[in-house]
Nanobody
C-alpha cells in the first residue's frame, strides 16, 4: 500500500525555522511527484511546493519562494520541506501528497492521488 507519513510540525516564533518530513512507503520516490500543501482554518488547501522524484525539478508558491526549500532523499524515500523565516500566516496543517504521473498543475490538490495525515505548524507573532 502507498503510504505517506508527515511529521516535524510544531510551535515556533515568527522568524524561526522548522523542517517537515514526508516518509513514503509502498513506492519509490523516483517514479512520483511529491507535493507539500497546507490548509489554514476556513481556507482552501493550497500548494506550497513540489519535487519530481525523477529529475528533482522543484516548484514553489510565490508566498514561500525564497524561504522554503524542498528536497528529497531517495535512499531514505523521504521528502523534506525546510521552512525558514516563518511568518504567522504560514500557520496551517501541512500535508504531503504523491502522484505518479506528470501533473498539469502542481498546486492543484485534485492532481494528487495519495495523502499523508497532516502535521500542524503554528507560528506565533
Amino acid at each position: 500500500d502507498v503510504q505517506l507519513q508527515a511529521s516535524g510540525g510544531g510551535l515556533v516564533q515568527a522568524g524561526g525555522s522548522l523542517r517537515l518530513s514526508c516518509a513514503a512507503s509502498g513506492f519509490v520516490l523516483d517514479d512520483y511527484v511529491i507535493g507539500w500543501f497546507r490548509q489554514a482554518p476556513g481556507k482552501e488547501r493550497e500548494g506550497v511546493s513540489c519535487v519530481s522524484g525523477s529529475d528533482a525539478v522543484t516548484y514553489y508558491s510565490d508566498s514561500v519562494l525564497g524561504r522554503f526549500t524542498i528536497s528529497s532523499d531517495n535512499a531514505k524515500n523521504t521528502v523534506y520541506l525546510q521552512m525558514n523565516s516563518l511568518k504567522p500566516e504560514d500557520t496551517a496543517v501541512y500535508y504531503c501528497a504523491a502522484v505518479n504521473v506528470v501533473v498539469t498543475d502542481w498546486g492543484d490538490p485534485q492532481d494528487y492521488d495519495y495523502w499523508g495525515q497532516g502535521t500542524q505548524v503554528t507560528v506565533s507573532s
